[in-house]
């Protein structure tokens, strides 16, 4: 009976040592490196599910041996986990690094950026254009809702999406604003100082101006002065044509009315002209307080200020003299 006894004990003991050498090949294997030697890229599709998504690692060498990824990912309850998108995975990651990645959702983010001033129908070309966002662009995209600012995305996100966190940041930015504006500005409401930001915005690239270029603005508002903008006098143009405008103003546009020519119009236009940023917007609620009426531009990038008609008739031709210089005339 005796050799009986010990063939049984023999058995388990090896049985166990087996498994136990499994076990420590398996997470040995878990928490090497793998054999890549530079950053790879991996794009997991969406509904692809969870099996499917660990052959593809394999395919791309992030991992050796899915079937060990799987058994551990299932027995760890990460299974269920995973989540689609494009990852970037280093060189020599470790394959439990990369399951971690795709349980956290560890994505590539792409920047996408709209500057100050542009208008709801360049954001929209300029999303038709981003080749990794997904579906449509919304129609009817009210003007000056857009908040200018770089905002990350996950290939695949819907131009839906990122559009309405352009709108959840502007609202949230104007709101804010609002609240701290200073007393007595010629403005009835809230909607009245979007517009007149997005024509603060258009009108100068220099920061140190936005103060200014308000304060001449709401001065003419104080006193029924008409706001003789040019870029509103444009965006009324490219309304009516659907188009840009691609050239300079002339007379007879100045002289021809439509809802945003403020050459005509006695108040300010009903929306506003390009979607703003968050200084321009402080610019127009806490302006520079002068006397100053008018204002045209120097030529080399800024503007020329004045508090009379005779001041900037002066300030005029010293704008068309410097132009002139430039062209030898």
Same mark, same amino acid.
């Given at each position: 009976?005796?050799?009986?006894?010990?063939?049984?004990?023999?058995?388990?003991?090896? /049985?166990?040592?087996?498994?136990?050498?499994?076990?420590?090949?398996?997470?040995?294997?878990?928490?090497?490196?793998?054999?890549?030697?530079?950053?790879?890229?991996?794009?997991?599709?969406?509904?692809?599910?969870?099996?499917?998504?660990?052959?593809?690692?394999?395919?791309?060498?992030?991992? &050796?041996?899915?079937? /060990?990824?799987?058994?551990?990912?299932?027995? %760890? !309850?990460?299974?269920?986990?995973?989540?689609?998108?494009?990852?970037?995975?280093?060189?020599?990651?470790?394959? #439990?690094? *990369?399951?971690?990645?795709?349980?956290?959702?560890?994505?590539?983010?792409?920047?996408?950026?709209?500057?100050?001033?542009?208008?709801?129908?360049?954001?929209?070309?300029?999303?038709?254009?981003?080749?990794?966002?997904?579906?449509?662009? $919304?129609?009817?995209?009210?003007?000056?809702?857009?908040?200018?600012?770089?905002?990350? /995305?996950?290939?695949?996100?819907?131009?839906?999406?990122?559009?309405?966190?352009?709108?959840?940041?502007?609202? &949230?930015?104007?709101?804010?604003?609002?609240?701290?504006?200073?007393?007595?500005? $010629?403005?009835?409401?809230?909607? #009245?100082?979007?517009?007149?930001?997005?024509?603060?915005?258009?009108?100068?690239?220099?920061?140190?101006?936005?103060?200014?270029?308000?304060?001449?603005?709401?001065?003419?508002?104080?006193?029924?002065?008409?706001?003789?903008?040019?870029?509103?006098?444009?965006?009324?143009?490219?309304?009516?044509?659907?188009? &840009?405008?691609?050239?300079?103003?002339? !007379?007879?546009?100045?002289?021809?009315?439509?809802?945003?020519?403020?050459?005509?119009?006695?108040?300010?236009?009903?929306?506003?002209?390009?979607?703003? !940023?968050? *200084? *321009?917007?402080? *610019?127009?609620?806490?302006?520079?307080?002068?006397?100053?009426?008018?204002?045209?531009?120097?030529?080399?990038?800024?503007?020329?200020?004045? %508090?009379?008609?005779?001041?900037?008739?002066?300030?005029?031709?010293?704008?068309?003299?410097?132009?002139?210089?430039?062209? !030898?005339?």
């Amino acid at each position: 009976m005796l050799p009986f006894r010990k063939k049984n004990f023999y058995f388990p003991v090896a /049985f166990i040592a087996l498994g136990l050498f499994l076990c420590l090949f398996v997470w040995h294997d878990y928490t090497s490196p793998n054999s890549l030697t530079q950053e790879t890229t991996v794009v997991l599709p969406r509904g692809a599910g969870f099996s499917k998504s660990i052959d593809l690692l394999a395919e791309n060498e992030v991992i &050796k041996h899915p079937l /060990f990824i799987k058994t551990i990912a299932y027995v %760890s !309850g990460n299974a269920k986990k995973i989540k689609a998108g494009e990852y970037l995975f280093a060189a020599e990651i470790t394959p #439990q690094e *990369a399951l971690q990645m795709l349980v956290q959702g560890w994505t590539v983010k792409h920047k996408f950026t709209i500057t100050e001033g542009l208008n709801v129908r360049e954001v929209a070309e300029l999303l038709r254009d981003e080749s990794l966002l997904s579906g449509n662009v $919304p129609e009817n995209i009210e003007e000056g809702s857009l908040l200018p600012e770089t905002y990350y /995305f996950a290939r695949g996100d819907s131009r839906t999406s990122l559009i309405e966190r352009m709108q959840e940041q502007m609202q &949230k930015t104007i709101t804010d604003l609002w609240e701290q504006r200073e007393d007595g500005l $010629p403005l009835t409401d809230l909607k #009245q100082a979007l517009v007149l930001a997005s024509i603060v915005e258009k009108e100068t690239g220099v920061p140190e101006e936005r103060a200014r270029v308000a304060g001449v603005f709401i001065n003419r508002l104080k006193i029924g002065m008409k706001l003789q903008s040019d870029p509103t006098t444009a965006y009324g143009i490219e309304q009516e044509t659907g188009k &840009k405008l691609g050239r300079q103003l002339n !007379g007879n546009d100045l002289r021809t009315p439509t809802r945003y020519n403020t050459y005509t119009i006695e108040t300010l236009p009903p929306t506003p002209i390009c979607n703003f !940023g968050q *200084a *321009a917007l402080e *610019a127009v609620l806490h302006p520079l307080k002068t006397n100053e009426l008018y204002f045209v531009a120097t030529g080399k990038g800024g503007h020329y200020f004045a %508090s009379t008609l005779a001041e900037h008739e002066r300030n005029v031709r010293l704008y068309r003299q410097t132009i002139a210089n430039e062209h !030898g005339q």
